[in-house]
């Protein structure tokens, strides 16, 4: 008993190495999204809350606004500034034309173009930043109906949490069916 325990802690050593290997390259596997790509950009006709659904944004990720700085500009507002359309108490504003913005935590960050009337015809997106390899969707993306919690990732991380807990077992399993000199 304890010689096939014992036998099983490379195994079990090897499985938790190969695991954590997994989720380190998956981690590291940050995407950068155009906004309204392919079918549009940051303009007056996208619809956005249908874009984000087709996207599962993660930490690390990144989005694009790209448009005419004569045409539009980009604000980061509260919640309160998107469903209002108010960009007065405003998180930060930019207008390159190619802005940038890093989706560095869990949460929800909305945007919207702060030229009269664009918000008001559609011109602002929600983006729901959920946590990486996890079936669970983010705190803030259970909260309301534009949320986009399907993730594609999912089967993936229950394979890794499933091979944890066997790794787990396996290592408990030898620690306590190993003799006393081992
Ligand atoms: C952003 O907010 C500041 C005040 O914090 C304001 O001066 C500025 O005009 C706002 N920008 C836009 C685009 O509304």
């Excluded at 596997?29 to 392919?38: I, K, M």
């Excluded at 008001?120 to 959920?130: A, F, L, N, P």
Aim: aromatic share 8%; proline share 4%; charged share 15%.
């Amino acid at each position: 008993m304890a010689r096939m325990a014992r036998a099983l802690v490379p195994v079990a050593m090897a499985a938790a190495l190969l695991l954590v290997a997994t989720v380190f390259m998956e981690g590291a596997a940050a995407a950068t999204y155009t906004v309204g790509a392919p079918d549009g950009l940051w303009d007056m006709q996208t619809d956005y809350a249908q874009w984000v659904k087709t996207k599962t944004f993660h930490p690390g990720d990144k989005i694009t606004f790209t448009y005419s700085a004569e045409l539009h500009d980009v604000v980061e507002v509260s919640r309160a500034g998107y469903e209002g359309c108010s960009s007065a108490n405003n998180i930060s504003a930019s207008r390159t034309g190619n802005d940038v913005v890093a989706l560095t935590a869990v949460g929800t960050r909305y945007f919207l173009c702060g030229l009269t009337g664009h918000c008001d015809s559609g011109m602002k997106i929600r983006v729901d930043v959920v946590v990486a390899a996890s079936a669970a969707p983010g705190p803030a993306a259970a909260s309301g109906p534009a949320s986009s919690s399907a993730s594609s990732s999912a089967p993936l991380s229950c394979i890794i949490a499933g091979g944890v807990v066997a790794a787990l077992h396996l290592m408990q399993h030898a620690v306590v069916a190993r003799p006393f000199w081992w």
